[in-house]
């Protein structure tokens, strides 16, 4: 997993598009629902309880949407859902034991379903920006704006942003919801609760599992480490490698990444690329001896910043850096490997 960081100057950009989003449409669809008479199931009850927790007035429900929208305390927002679902309905909304426990369950994300609609946000709006101009806002604005272009759940897929030939907008990232869409619909359209992601992460190895693994904008990028198991020093320089290994260091999110994305399965495919750099690692060292530098006219910087590139990569820019720098620095600590 690799955390993203966003600049605080992108970020105030960020949600500020996505506070007047909110504004603009979702808040918008509450309140039609809310003086819509007709096609809601048990009205009275259901019209209580988004007052109670969306607010009383038109001013105090756009701004707890807004907080719902752009706020990062997702845990918060979660405990003040249940608390008020609970005492309006006496039982847990992810947790209807009867039938009509979860007729109401499913009536309630239904309505947050139309109410939030994240499929709505793939064509987005335009809306005013801080400038005064109007933006399109959308999903894929989004994705670009967070500058992420490899997975941060995987670090091997790249997702790729561009504008197709009749001018539309395409992306090959899926937005991940942290927290699933179907246990916290009222999450949907939180920008903190969509991470961008590969395919294979979103649909293939997550599906709809609501565990808490690693959170690519809360949890830091060594929280998880892979690593090679080496017995003694020799191992090294040996042809043996067979297999790498996760470290998930007894953080039980880390192992649930580890678990959900199938880490441990699908690293094995990268095994060549470690065999390389442990070759590398063994040349340089051979190299401090000169000959290769006499014969190619190369210093050692050269060599060093042309097969160790990806130290000065970033991880959320180019796939498989996260699994040779951990390497890497795991054979520091063993060879001493100097510039
Ligand atoms: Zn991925």
Same mark, same amino acid.
């Given at each position: 997993?690799?955390?993203?960081?966003?600049?605080?100057?992108?970020?105030?950009?960020?949600?500020?598009?996505?506070?007047?989003?909110?504004?603009?449409? +979702?808040? %918008?669809?509450? !309140? $039609?629902?809310?003086? &819509?008479?007709? @096609?809601? #199931?048990?009205?009275?009850?259901?019209?209580?309880?988004?007052?109670?927790?969306?607010?009383?007035?038109?001013?105090?429900?756009?701004?707890?949407?807004?907080?719902?929208?752009?706020?990062?305390?997702?845990?918060? +927002?979660? %405990?003040?859902? !249940? $608390?008020?679902?609970? &005492?309006?309905? @006496?039982? #847990?909304?992810?947790?209807?034991?009867?039938?009509?426990?979860?007729?109401?369950?499913?009536?309630?994300?239904?309505?947050?379903?139309?109410?939030?609609?994240?499929?709505?946000?793939?064509?987005?709006?335009?809306?005013?920006?801080?400038?005064? !101009? $109007?933006?399109?806002?959308?999903?894929?604005?989004?994705?670009?704006?967070?500058?992420?272009?490899?997975?941060?759940?995987?670090?091997?897929?790249?997702?790729?942003?561009?504008?197709?030939?009749?001018?539309?907008?395409?992306?090959?990232?899926?937005?991940?919801?942290?927290?699933?869409?179907?246990?916290?619909?009222?999450?949907?359209?939180?920008?903190?609760?969509?991470?961008?992601?590969?395919?294979?992460?979103?649909?293939?190895?997550?599906?709809?599992?609501?565990?808490?693994?690693?959170?690519?904008?809360?949890?830091?990028?060594?929280?998880?480490?892979?690593?090679?198991?080496?017995?003694?020093?020799?191992?090294?320089?040996?042809?043996?490698?067979?297999?790498?290994?996760?470290?998930?260091?007894?953080?039980?999110?880390?192992?649930?990444?580890?678990?959900?994305?199938?880490?441990?399965?699908?690293?094995?495919?990268?095994?060549?690329?470690?065999?390389?750099?442990?070759?590398?690692?063994?040349?340089?060292?051979?190299?401090?001896?000169?000959?290769?530098?006499?014969?190619?006219?190369?210093?050692?910087?050269?060599?060093?910043?042309?097969?160790?590139?990806?130290?000065?990569?970033?991880?959320?820019?180019?796939?498989?850096?996260?699994?040779?720098?951990?390497?890497?620095?795991?054979?520091?600590?063993?060879?001493?490997?100097?510039?």
């Amino acid at each position: 997993m690799i955390e993203i960081r966003i600049n605080s100057v992108e970020r105030k950009r960020i949600e500020a598009l996505h506070k007047e989003y909110t504004k603009k449409v +979702i808040a %918008g669809r509450l !309140e $039609k629902i809310l003086g &819509d008479k007709t @096609g809601v #199931q048990n009205k009275g009850k259901v019209l209580y309880f988004l007052q109670e927790l969306f607010g009383y007035t038109e001013r105090d429900r756009e701004k707890q949407l807004v907080y719902f929208c752009i706020s990062d305390e997702l845990e918060k +927002i979660i %405990g003040i859902f !249940e $608390k008020r679902f609970f &005492d309006s309905f @006496g039982f #847990q909304f992810r947790d209807a034991k009867n039938e009509e426990q979860k007729a109401t369950a499913e009536d309630i994300a239904y309505i947050l379903n139309r109410i939030f609609y994240y499929d709505g946000f793939n064509a987005g709006s335009r809306i005013a920006g801080q400038d005064g !101009e $109007k933006h399109v806002w959308n999903r894929h604005r989004y994705v670009v704006a967070t500058k992420v272009k490899v997975c941060p759940y995987c670090n091997r897929q790249y997702i790729t942003s561009y504008e197709s030939k009749d001018g539309t907008e395409k992306t090959t990232a899926d937005v991940d919801h942290y927290y699933p869409q179907s246990a916290y619909p009222y999450l949907q359209m939180n920008i903190y609760n969509m991470i961008p992601s590969c395919n294979i992460c979103n649909s293939k190895t997550k599906g709809s599992k609501d565990e808490r693994h690693l959170n690519p904008y809360k949890d830091s990028s060594d929280s998880l480490l892979f690593e090679v198991l080496l017995d003694n020093i020799d191992m090294m320089y040996s042809s043996e490698i067979e297999r790498i290994a996760v470290n998930s260091r007894g953080n039980p999110k880390a192992i649930a990444s580890n678990e959900v994305f199938k880490l441990d399965e699908i690293y094995q495919a990268h095994i060549e690329d470690v065999k390389r750099l442990f070759f590398h690692i063994k040349e340089y060292e051979a190299f401090k001896e000169d000959y290769y530098m006499k014969t190619m006219g190369l210093d050692m910087g050269n060599i060093f910043s042309l097969w160790f590139d990806f130290l000065n990569d970033s991880p959320l820019e180019k796939p498989l850096v996260k699994l040779k720098r951990d390497v890497f620095k795991q054979l520091e600590t063993y060879c001493g490997i100097y510039k």
